[in-house]
């Protein structure tokens, strides 16, 4: 395979496959059709418009698709852009494969469960334990294969448990310096926090928002199987009252997607977790594309900052 499409500099002339990861159709001006494709590999992303597209093209050109595409590498609002001189869906003759172009976690599958695993079993707490095994058992395969999210952060195959597992490892550094945190309450919540987007997402490979996703959203769907699943299992009380605020309020305020602000120590501490970790995931991928000495994209979520790579990091 070529080199990603992540390492393409602007002015650079681009000659490969790449699979739609989305495809929304708009109107020009002119009044005229084009297509807004996000094109991907397992290095990055990158924006194309397909101007004056036909009836056809919307037909074909569709998210999941692996396409043939040559065309220049422009900027378009300080961001890389893709100039689409030709494409075409690719041909079982062409010798690609739709997996070659996934991006997937860095840490097996394997591996991540058996962290997920680990630290179920050391939950002393019997009700955290037994509502939090009944979630991983029931969506495990899944769990396994979600993305975390559409785009930003761990938005690749995997992402979902790999964010979970980088969590727990933080919580589990974090429990040292603060002793008195439970630390089955915290891990109960960030390996529930965000299982709601198996629900949220269509599929784990090109993932968009389901009706259930756009209309409720993620955190309210997992604060509702909390309550269902602890049912079935006649738990009742606080304790999983206040399991359903910690997956509740931790996006923190309201503008950023919480029903409610942390209330509780650990739900506070899940969000600052969960924050640094999507923010480091962020960050560490933004700087592998950029050469020391120079500063990366503007990364949209971190306020749109565009982050500096020291020279030294090459030495």
Known sequence: MKKGIAHYQIGDSFDYFLLIKTAVKGVASNGKPFLTLLLKDQT??????????????????????????????????????????????????????????????????????????????????????????????????????????????HEYVSGLAHHIVSMLNIAKEMSKLYPDIDKDLLYAGIILHDLGKIKEFSNAVAPSYTTEGKLIGHISLMAEEVRIVANDLQIEGEEVTVLQHMILSHHGKGEWGSPRPPLIREAELLHHIDMLDARMNMLDRALKKTAPGEFTEKIYPMEQRAFYKPSFEDK
């Not at 569709?62 to 690719?90: A, C, D, M, W, Y």
């Not at 003759?93 to 591996?111: L, S």
């Not at 058996?114 to 002393?124: L, P, Q």
């Open 44 to 153: 990055g992303e990158i924006d194309a418009k397909l101007w004056e597209a036909s009836s056809e093209d919307e037909r074909v050109f569709q998210q999941g698709e692996l396409v043939k595409v040559t065309g220049e590498v422009g900027q378009f609002r300080n961001k890389p852009q893709l100039k689409i001189h030709s494409i075409r869906p690719s041909q079982p003759t062409d010798g690609v494969f739709h997996n070659d172009f996934i991006e997937k976690a860095p840490v097996e599958k394997e591996e991540l469960m058996e962290r997920i695993t680990e630290a179920i079993f050391e939950m002393k707490n019997a009700n955290f334990q037994r509502i939090t095994r009944q979630f991983v058992k029931q969506y495990q395969e899944d769990l396994l294969s979600y993305p975390a999210a559409v785009r930003n952060h």
